[in-house]
């Protein structure tokens, strides 16, 4: 039997290794849970809305093409 | 002291300019006309112009024009370089004159910002001849194909090939399908499916085996695109993940059914979002 470690993030929070997010994670075998902590949904959403920003930015330089 | 222009002038040269404009046998020719009847004599000279061809030739003019602007674009149907071609264009369907062929160089921005497209079609668009497309680079990959084409809603098989798909359909909210785009186990994958909030239909062919894939924004995903996904992913991978929608998972699978698909790939952590 495998079994499979699923974590939940709290409501209002959001669950991250550092990369990649997720309000549930079904671990990978071999996966420490430990490698993710819980971030504020606020964070979450504020590097959301960097990636926005950088992909403004990005699309200026490359109609300007640079 | 300012030249005064009378009403009657006015008239008066409205009324000669029809006259100008009608053939010497035609019945109002030498008549004078009121302000009232002027309309009424605009239209004969329109119905004139049409009668004694005035459009004859207009549609091979038109045809000419599409061909002569095409021949210079796509250099006689031999271009073979298209990055950068066609970004901020605004057709609603990608209809060139010679089939788009990519040989060489990048596709980056093909088509981006193509605000109005609705749909891109593999009648006009081959992007399976690159012949660096198993280039892992950037240089040579799937950059921002489409980004940022707010109403293209499908994407037919376009021969879309294993390269880098950055921001490949970013910022396409209105996507529903995209019917095939092929990974190899090297090819990067960075914010390919950013805000496409209506895709639903999504086929994979090929191994992902990067990090990167994140379709946490499409929640109408069908079961079989986010199996055809978990399909996908590498065996042989450890320590990767990928991202999707918390919402299109609960409503696609059952708890057993998901546990059986994501017990295909171990190895790999899902994020549901």
């Known amino acids: ?66 | 002291m300012a030249k005064v222009v009378t009403d009657d002038k006015h008239y008066g040269a409205i009324g000669d300019a029809i006259r100008e404009n009608l053939p010497d046998s035609h019945y109002l020719k030498g008549v004078g006309f009121t302000p009232a009847e002027m309309p009424a004599a605009i239209g004969e000279v329109r119905v004139t112009g049409e009668d004694t061809g005035y459009w004859c030739g207009y549609s091979e003019g038109e045809q000419a024009e599409y061909d002569r602007m095409w021949d210079m674009l796509q250099q006689n149907g031999n271009r073979n370089a298209y990055s950068y071609a066609f970004i901020d264009w605004g057709w609603e369907y990608i209809h060139p004159k010679y089939k788009i062929i990519p040989v060489v160089d990048q596709i980056s921005y093909l088509f981006g910002f193509n605000i109005n497209l609705k749909k891109a079609e593999a009648q006009y668009i081959d992007l399976s001849q690159r012949t660096s497309n198993s280039d892992t680079s950037s240089a040579t990959g799937n950059n921002c194909v489409f980004i940022g084409c707010s109403e293209l809603e499908e994407v037919e098989d376009i021969g879309m090939l294993a390269g880098y798909y950055y921001r490949t359909f970013r910022k396409c909210p209105a996507l529903h399908t995209v019917a095939i785009v092929r990974f190899n186990s090297a090819t990067m994958i960075y914010q390919m499916f950013d805000n496409c909030s209506s895709l639903v239909n999504l086929s994979v062919e090929g191994t992902i085996g990067q990090n990167g894939l994140d379709l946490q924004w499409s929640n109408s995903l069908s079961g079989s695109s986010i199996a055809s996904v978990i399909h996908a992913l590498s065996k042989t991978t450890a320590g990767l993940s990928i991202t999707l929608s918390e919402t299109a998972v609960n409503n696609a699978f059952t708890a057993a059914q998901w546990a059986t698909l994501t017990g295909e790939k171990p190895n790999w952590s899902i994020h549901l979002v």
Do not use: C, H, K, Q
Request: no cysteine.
């Open chain 1, 1 to 66: 039997m495998r079994v499979r470690t699923v974590l939940y993030a709290d409501e209002g929070t959001m669950l991250t290794n550092g990369t990649d997010f997720g309000a549930v994670i079904w671990l990978a075998d071999g996966v420490s849970p430990d490698t993710y902590r819980a971030i504020p949904m606020e964070e979450y959403e504020a590097i959301l809305a960097g990636r926005e920003a950088e992909e403004s930015d990005e699309a200026g330089v490359d109609r300007a093409w640079n």
